[in-house]
């Protein structure tokens, strides 16, 4: 009674449901809907069987993949051209088992499955005008690698262990296993990363601790395709750490000790390089005291010489001052023309007999006697006495010039002579070492203020030789210049001296 209502509702619950872009005609359901399993990278049939008592020459199969809200076409048979499309995606992995059509059996063989292959296809076939619609789940799994275990370096307690599996999907479940077969308390992490082919890799690692049981087994469980794969390790006691605590205490003394005894090479060995380092320095220090040394000694003897240098300059240019201090008292000197002779106790005096006389002995020579007298002041006078092998130059003291009577035992005189290439100063017949007499003009200082006769080398400028005057008590004392008379015309000359500037008094 009922029967026809029902299945008039159903039509129309299954329309909606699958969205079908049918329009007209009647559809029949043939199978619920199943779920199926493909092994990525192995083949699968997607199941639909379509119950007809007879299946036409003329109908279609349509197999569609519901991605979201799209529809894609993976394989579709039109009975009339024999053809089948394929939609990029499911290029050449897809074929229908044409010999079985007529049974019914619109099943598509699904070849190389991937992981993007998971999700709906629905198989539509038509024939005189109705529609088979069948909706097939198709699930995807991977059987992975065996796993791999490996022993980690040494941690704080215990050894570290890692489990290694690719090649998963969907992700795997990850056990740690003691000998017994059951899961272990011991705490692990396990991270699973992407492959590129989109299958999973597995890595867990977990901390063995020691005493704990030696027989640990990481196992992979695929749980869609009720699969495990699983890798059994046995762990020997010598790969842990705390193996006996006296032998730890040992290694601990061993390592103290040998630390102790590097330590003391070490200061030893920088206190022998100090030792060494210092008695370098030492040595670099005496020798740069010693260097020094030699460049103080250095120093002072060119200090010394050129103190001495300036000294010998000093006295030069003071010799020099007092020569010009001199110079700057000329005064013109004329002599008599008529000859006087003066007893002069000079060796060797020019016109003596030389075997009549001694050294000592005073002889007469003749010379002339400058006009005026002076009794005061300071007087210079030059004398030019040119290369003469022999004269007298100097000072002639005369007591009353009124008597007249010419030469006289008593009277004092201050002279230079030049007797044979040497020069003899009157004043205890002192001879002057000279090397060389190159000076041919003479200067006479007479210095009444100082009581002194200085006679100079013009030329050179320097003091020949200073002579004390033993002023007498009696103010009528006149000082007259004289020099030696000669025949010929060597006469010495009395230079006329340019009366220079006066000197600024110092
Ligand atoms: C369809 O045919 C294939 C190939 O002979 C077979 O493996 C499969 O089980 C059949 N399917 C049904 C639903 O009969």
Redesign the pocket.
Known sequence: MGSPFWWLAAIHILTFQHRSCLVTGRLISSSPSSSIIGVIGESV?L?C?VVADNIPEVFSVQWIFHEQSQKINVSRYDGKNKKEKHDERYQGRTEF?HS?FRAG?M?LHLKNVRSSDKGSYTCVISFNDTYHDVLIELQVAAKGGVPSIFLKSHMKQGIGLTCHAAGWFPKPEVIWLDGQGQVRKELSTTKMTMMPAGLYSVATSMNLNPGSDMEVSCRIVNNLLNTTSESRVLISDIFFPSISKWLITLLVILCLSMVLISTVFSKLRSNHKKTVSSVKAKMEMEEEKNQLKSMIEGEKTKNRAAKSKLKKRFGRLKAELDFWEARSHAVPITVNPDCRVLELQVPGAPHAESNATGPNAPSPVPVLVGKEGFAAGKRYWEVEVGQQQDWVLGVVREKGRQEEEGTRPGEDYWALHRSQGEIFSSEGDRRIRKQQMSNSVIGVLLDLEEGQVNFYEAEQMGVMVRMPLRLGKESAEMFYPFLSKTEGTHTPLVLPVLIPVPLETL
């Open positions: 049939v199941p069987h088992f079985e059996n099943s």
